[in-house]
């Protein structure tokens, strides 16, 4: 796979962060970036956490190794939407091996992203197992203790009615938060936290910016999604976890809040719904059962 030209470090940030939500091995493949080098980037410009997402059992098995091998990792571990349509028939076994899989390390602090995705899964059979598998994993969130992290893309509606029926688990963030502000209150006042990522820096996206302005300091991430979602001025070129404080430096002036409390804010916000990170590893990392995969193929967001 052609690797990308990666765009320069942004000047570091004031205090250290949290990068709510991020591809590792995809960003890796993507960009010829390896994960050790992204996270010794990612420290040097403030970004001292991150959270690997995984998005089906392959994926999140290789968070689970990264977060075993590097202290500033955590791992949640999901069935994309997408994924889930997919399957058709393997999605329960599917599902099956990634129960197994949530209680197999103590460095698992989500279940996601899963939810609903409407813009790429459109006919009523994929959007059933959507369905079924968004339940699945509110369940596993609830049974584990977990934060649930929601995937939602033109979903909106069917995403709180979901949840509203399974019963709200106590930790939710919506990941690559796509709402406008009305939709945020909704959210809001079901106590989730809301994640922002570079698109809240793209000029068409007031709506967006507009629930940012409404979201209370300790309900509030900021995320990368890399590789995907690259924020102004880099739209278009390929993302990673150093590059957050171009987006958590417009989220502080768009709020007109000091830098330095924003990103301290944030990073008490992600340890709020993940926990501590600390510094233990565990003593025995899972091994990716498919090392080499390319995990962006045929994806243009996480």
Known sequence: MTTRQLPPAPPALPAPTTDAHTHLASTARYSGLAVADSLAAARAVGVTRVVDVGTDVASSAE???????????????????????????????????????????????????????YFRTREAEGIARQKHSFAAHIALAKRHGLALVIHDRDAHDDILDVLDAEGVPDKVMMHCFSGDAGFARRCLDRGFWLSFPGTVTFKPNEPLRE???????????????????????????????YLLPHTIRFVAERRGADLAQVCEQVAANATALFGEWGSERHPDPLRHPDEGRDLTAGRADG
């Open 63 to 117: 968070t689970v190794a990264l977060a075993g091998q590097h202290p500033e990792v955590v791992s949640c571990v999901a069935i994309h939407p997408n994924d889930a349509a997919r399957l058709g028939d393997g999605l329960e076994a599917e599902l099956t091996a990634l129960s197994s899989l949530a209680g197999s390390s103590s460095r698992i602090r989500g279940i996601g992203e899963t939810g609903l995705d």
């Open 211 to 241: 629930a940012l302005d409404l979201t209370p300091s300790d309900r509030l991430l900021v995320e990368t999604d890399a590789p995907y979602l690259t924020p102004m001025p880099l739209r278009g070129k390929p993302n990673a976890p």
